[in-house]
């Protein structure tokens, strides 16, 4: 019961019952009414009172389906029962006619089963709230499961008579994942090594403290300046379509606005591309392709006027035919031609005709939001003669400058990118920040103040795209010891309205296939698909995730058909030493394999196999499932141009050194090793050492931040330059060996000896790939890693949980175990969001739903594993690198397929003990509706009695 409370002092009692909230989105109260007091009543004796709420996410999330149950129990009989639900329809929904028809029956399996029977014919789901989504199907099945579960548990605590007893192996209750634990290990330096040398040191990232406390500035964090300008974005609302006019007078009437910029005030080329010439509109002109993209820009004196302002541009639009699915772009043969894509290694049709066992499937492998902490930025400052200092949250300020220079028709010493630092990027910030950065210059240019463009989050998921979303298509042949034998894959991504940076990552996800496995015949085809929808880009992996995961679900099927176990299938099929991969790169050490066994070693997976068997034997809606799979990725570039960094050192005459190189800073701790190799090679303290910013005015034709690749090339630049400068003071270290660092520098400027210098690196030998002869190699080592993953899932709700995770990474000699391991530990988690949760959905008219993160889910505190373990690969190198260091941004993320395929080996027990092949589909995301649907219908056609 409520006390409602009106204006005029008047009180009444509102009963909370079904007819409460009667109309959508209101409550029986008037308008006039506040609540002054909730009255919930004591239980009774006999009564059992249970709420549930089952989300996408484990916590922090909007419930898919919630319900309340209440039960009051005399002598085994039902007395009073009451069940309510919301979710289901667009207010409470109470099912009074399937109560009642239970009141005096005896609380037992029969009372459950025909329970469950009955609310599914009673609550027909016909309604989804646009902000959370779901499917109709897994909303339904959660009705009786919900009920189920409040029946399990009362039923636990009529038996024991004490809800602690409750464990994770009840299914009444949540799956419970224990405290947190964690390890972390690593090889120290070596006894010899100088204190003071800070390479292979657990180093704590330089920004740390200022990070963690909010005290590191980011773009929006400048100062504005007087008169500066704030730019708001008016986006498409059609997926395609022909502008036909675009009014702004109500915009410009808006108290504080200034001015627009559209595709008119461009001074010089209108499009842009890094793949593809004269890709994409930097302002759309005559026609929008996705939803989302940029018409125009309204300046104003703040970022709130000018949104406001940007709202009440009314643009008129004639509607053109849109392709809004990859499915759909498939069926119409909707392809980007000149960026098909095709390899061949040996015969596959022979090799199909004589295998034991050949068989066929698909899977789709869904996109993935960058949702970085900051958003796209940019700060436009005008100077004289046409310079701009533009301070952009980019990864790729040479793409950024050059994308300007050709807007403005301006040469590009005229435009200076800078950063200090940026909150994250993950690939989002290369190609797709010109949608910030260009707009924000050309508005700048035209009106000759600073401008401001600070994206919400909504609008820049809305503006940008994602990583590629996949549906791959498969063939295998192999024997019946579950060697395989051939391999023939279509793969189909979705590059969006423009190319972007698609084409190469189709040739990356083409490259992956193989995984670390020797398959002797091979044939693939890539298709490069046009849709409606925002152009997708580069993001961690950049092909490899969809390729590894697909690789992987490939063996664990071939290990499940032929009833064989996944880890030996792995093993018969891995690559050895000496071999050379599908792109012709060769393996040349074991660290595959070394990997591969400590990481089993490490994670007691043979005993824990014998665990999981049994833990699923003796749980009916519960299981378990494990799986250890490896990764292969191969570094650096394959192309030649990208291989390549320069440096900057500036010693000041008091002894203090600045730094400068063509790497961002993005939270990757890159300005850290970076001090870390020039605190070596100049014999310093890292506190003489310090990184300002990366400009390209200190760093010029620098190659994007990206590709797992930075460290490596920089690394090196810096260590040239430092070495320049070592070179120059040498003379006057022999001549005072026991003088300070400071003496020296003094003595040096004295005798005028330049106290900068520029550092440059490129390998000695570039590899590179001609995807069109399939000549040539595809880059110069790998990187290896292993995963052992443990998860449990409910089979009522299709919840889970990761319940241990073990990881073996081979990353050559760290620089810096601190930040090395914890960047296996976020990509791998950023990876778990990949393929568990993160979906992407979007409306009949192209509009990206999920586009906050009210409904766009990462991961969070509960869906990491409960025990995390990572170890660094002892005794591993890698010659051809600064300092035997191997690239570790991205390799990681791929291992996240053992959390995939261990929900799959779940579903899989479940499945087998439910009468079902175990043999499936599971596509990615296994998110909690594929889980719950991939489980089969449980409760109902069967009853909960039979499923008992």
């Known amino acids: 019961m409520v006390t409602a409370c009106a204006t005029d002092g008047t009180q009444r009692q509102l009963k909370v019952d079904e007819a409460f909230y009667a109309t959508p989105g209101r409550t029986a109260m008037s308008a006039n009414e506040i609540i002054t007091s909730i009255h919930i009543p004591y239980s009774k004796e006999g009564e059992y009172i249970h709420t549930y709420k089952q989300s996408r996410r484990r916590e922090c999330d909007i419930a898919v389906v919630t319900c309340a149950f209440s039960v009051r129990l005399e002598a085994g009989r039902v007395r009073r029962l009451t069940l309510s639900y919301g979710g289901v329809a667009e207010s409470v929904r109470m099912a009074t006619a399937t109560a009642q028809s239970l009141i005096g029956r005896t609380w037992d399996a029969s009372l459950a089963s025909e329970a469950c029977e009955s609310l599914s014919r009673e609550l027909v789901v016909s309604w989804i709230d646009p902000e959370v989504g779901a499917l109709l199907e897994y909303k339904q099945k959660l009705i009786p499961s919900l009920f189920f579960k409040f029946y399990k548990r009362v039923t636990e605590e009529l038996q024991q008579q004490s809800p602690e007893a409750m464990c994770s192996a009840k299914p009444g209750g949540r799956i419970v994942r224990g405290w947190p634990k964690t390890s972390q290990v690593y090889e120290v330096v070596d006894a010899g090594q100088a204190e003071t040398d800070p390479i292979g040191r657990p180093i704590v990232h330089q920004s740390a403290v200022e990070q963690t406390t909010g005290e590191a500035l980011f773009c929006d964090d400048i100062p504005p300046l007087k008169g500066e300008l704030f730019s708001a974005a008016v986006l498409s609302k059609r997926a395609h379509a022909r502008i036909v006019s675009v009014d702004l007078s109500a915009a410009l009437s808006v108290p504080g606005v200034v001015n627009y ?127 701009l200092d533009c301070y952009v949250s980019t990864q790729a300020q040479h793409t950024q400058q050059m994308a300007i220079v050709a807007a403005l028709a301006l040469p590009a010493n005229r435009i200076k990118i800078h950063a200090k630092r940026i909150g994250g990027a993950f690939g989002g910030k290369e190609s797709q920040a010109v949608r910030v950065s260009v707009p924000s210059a050309v508005a700048a240019l035209k009106t000759g103040k600073s401008v401001r463009m600070i994206l919400t989050i909504d609008e820049d998921m809305q503006m940008t795209g994602g990583r590629h979303p996949f549906l791959i298509k498969y063939k295998v042949a192999c024997t019946e010891s579950g060697k395989i034998l051939a391999l023939q894959c279509d793969f189909y991504q979705d590059a969006g309205a423009y190319v972007d940076i698609s084409p190469p990552v189709l040739l990356h996800a083409l490259s992956a296939i193989d995984g670390v496995y020797s398959i002797p015949n091979v044939h693939l085809k890539g298709y490069c698909c046009y849709t409606n929808l925002q152009p997708n880009t580069a993001f961690r992996g950049f092909g490899h995730p969809q390729g590894t995961v697909a690789i992987e679900s490939i063996v664990q099927e071939l290990a499940t058909r032929l009833n064989l176990p996944p880890l030996h299938v792995r093993e018969i099929n891995m690559y ?241 175990p601190a930040i090395d391991i914890g960047q296996v530990e976020g990509a791998f988690v950023q990876g778990c969001g990949l393929y568990t ?93 594929r889980i719950r649907l991939a489980c089969g219908d449980l409760l109902v056609a069967g009853g909960a009695s039979a499923a008992e």
């Open 261 to 387: 910029v559209d595709h008119r005030d461009v001074p010089g080329k209108q499009r842009f591309g890094l793949i593809r010439a004269d890709d994409e509109d930097f302002l759309a002109g005559d026609e929008v392709k996705y939803n989302g993209q940029l018409i125009c820009c309204i300046l104003a004196t703040s970022a709130d006027v000018a949104r406001i302002a940007a709202r009440a541009v009314v643009v008129d639009y004639e509607e053109l035919p849109a392709i809004l699915s990859l499915q759909e772009a498939i069926a119409r043969k909707s392809f980007y031609d000149e960026y098909t894509a095709e390899r061949r290694v040996g015969d596959v049709e022979t090799a199909f005709r004589d295998a034991a066992l050949v068989f066929d499937g698909e899977m789709t492998v869904g996109g993935q939001q960058h949702f970085y902490a900051e958003p796209q930025s940019c700060v436009c400052v005008p100077l004289e003669k046409g310079e």
């Open 576 to 816: 050895r030493s000496g071999d050379v991969s599908l792109y012709n790169v060769p393996i040349i050490d074991n660290a595959l394999e070394r990997c591969m066994a400590e990481c089993s070693s490490m994670s007691d997976y043979v005993n824990r196999v014998a665990q999981v068997e049994t833990f699923n034997r003796n749980n009916r809606w519960r299981k378990r499932g494990l799986a250890l799979t490896p990764c292969k990725f191969t570094l650096p570039y394959d192309i030649g141009v990208l291989n390549q960094a320069g440096a900057l050192v500036l010693v000041y005459t008091d002894g203090s050194v600045l730094l400068t190189f063509g790497g961002v800073e993005m939270g990757q701790g890159l300005y850290t090793k970076m001090a870390q190799v020039a605190s070596r090679e100049l014999q310093l303290p890292l506190e003489k050492i310090h990184i300002s910013e990366t400009s390209t005015a200190s760093v010029a034709n620098a190659t994007a931040t990206a590709g797992s690749s930075t460290t490596e090339t920089c690394g090196m630049a810096v260590l040239n330059a430092c070495q320049i400068i070592r070179r120059r003071l040498e003379p006057y270290r022999e001549a005072e060996p026991t003088a300070t660092w400071e003496t020296w520098v003094s003595s040096a400027y004295l005798d005028r000896v330049c106290l900068s210098a520029s550092g440059f690196y490129t390998p000695d030998v570039v590899y590179e790939y001609d995807w069109k002869t399939q000549t040539g190699r595809l880059g110069n080592y790998f990187v290896f890693g292993a995963a052992c993953s443990e998860v449990e899932i409910d089979c009522l709700t299709g919840e889970h949980a990761i319940l241990r995770t073990d990881i073996m990474m081979d990353i050559g000699k760290s620089l810096n």
């Open 837 to 929: 949760m993160e979906e992407l959905r979007f409306s009949d008219t192209g509009a990206l739903q999920t586009c906050h993160a009210g409904s766009y889910k990462i991961p969070a505190y509960n869906d990491i594993p409960a025990e995390f373990n990572v170890a660094l690969l002892r005794n591993s190198g890698n010659r051809s690198t600064i300092y035997s260091s191997k690239g570790v941004g991205e390799p990681p993320l791929l291992l996240a397929a053992s959390v995939f395929l261990a929900i799959k080996d779940a579903i899989g027990k479940n499945r087998e003990q439910t009468g079902l092949s175990a043999v499936f589909r599971l596509d990615s995301p296994s998110t909690v509706e």
